[in-house]
T-cell receptor, first 109, second 116 residues
Framework: GQNIDQPTEMTATEGAIVQINCTYQ??????LFWYQQHAGEAPTFLSY????GLEEKGRFSSFLSRSKGYSYLLLKELQMKDSASYLC??????????FGTGTRLTVIP | DSGVTQTPKHLITATGQRVTLRCSPR?????VYWYQQSLDQGLQFLIQ???????AKGNILERFSAQQFPDLHSELNLSSLELGDSALYFC???????????????FGSGTRLTVV
């Protein structure tokens, strides 16, 4: 089975940095994805990690440790438009994506 | 526009009824994935098709079925609908991006189903 855990909600201040953690236990691992989803909208791709380490893409970075079954998404210089749900997803050997329940981030002024 | 087209965007129907949701993947994408997202729930994988054949099944109820046609569009059929089936239903398509096997997923805008 698949088990993916992330915090349900987080709040952070505009301009600050926030780290959203994700731990996983899955049968098969082909990579870890982070998606952003605004309420009622489709998830949009943020990042992909398959090897250990940090991937940086502008204000967003994602880290993976396969031995620990752990990833985090780091958002810098938070903006109000970053208020959304952030979904951690693991791609299994069958190339299917299994999602955590998502972390709802609220950015406050 | 992600290139993945889902219709209809909204659907309201009564309990016990049957509905069909439609998805057209991005041009060149052979895989179609269906996901269900209930209120405040994560995305639940339902089923995957690849080039017309069922590839994988997730938590799909027996009342639900799907198929992928020769033109690669897919339909998700939901029957004997219950109030608990009210949810957003997303379709995604994927294509291999790199030699390491990264399959990018692109989601459609979803169909919001309300069962009353």
């Amino acid at each position: 089975g698949q088990n993916i855990d992330q915090p349900t909600e987080m709040t952070a201040t505009e301009g600050a940095i926030v780290q959203i953690n994700c731990t996983y236990q899955t049968s098969g691992f082909n990579g870890l994805f982070w998606y952003q989803q605004h309420a009622g909208e489709a998830p949009t791709f943020l990042s992909y990690n398959v090897l250990d380490g940090l991937e940086e893409k502008g204000r967003f970075s994602s880290f993976l440790s396969r031995s620990k079954g752990y990833s985090y998404l780091l958002l810098k210089e938070l903006q109000m438009k970053d208020s959304a749900s952030y979904l951690c997803a693991v791609q299994t050997g069958a190339n299917n994506l299994f999602f955590g329940t998502g972390t709802r981030l609220t950015v406050i002024p | 526009d992600s290139g993945v087209t889902q219709t209809p965007k909204h659907l309201i129907t009564a309990t016990g009824q049957r509905v069909t949701l439609r998805c057209s993947p991005r041009s060149g994408d052979l895989s179609v994935y269906w996901y269900q997202q209930s209120l405040d729930q994560g995305l639940q994988f339902l089923i995957q098709y690849y080039n017309g054949e069922e590839r994988a099944k997730g938590n799909i109820l027996e009342r639900f079925s799907a198929q992928q046609f020769p033109d690669l569009h897919s339909e998700l059929n939901l029957s004997s609908l219950e109030l608990g089936d009210s949810a957003l239903y997303f379709c995604a398509s994927s294509v291999r991006r790199d030699p390491q096997g990264y399959y990018g997923y692109t989601f459609g805008s979803g169909t919001r189903l309300t069962v009353v």
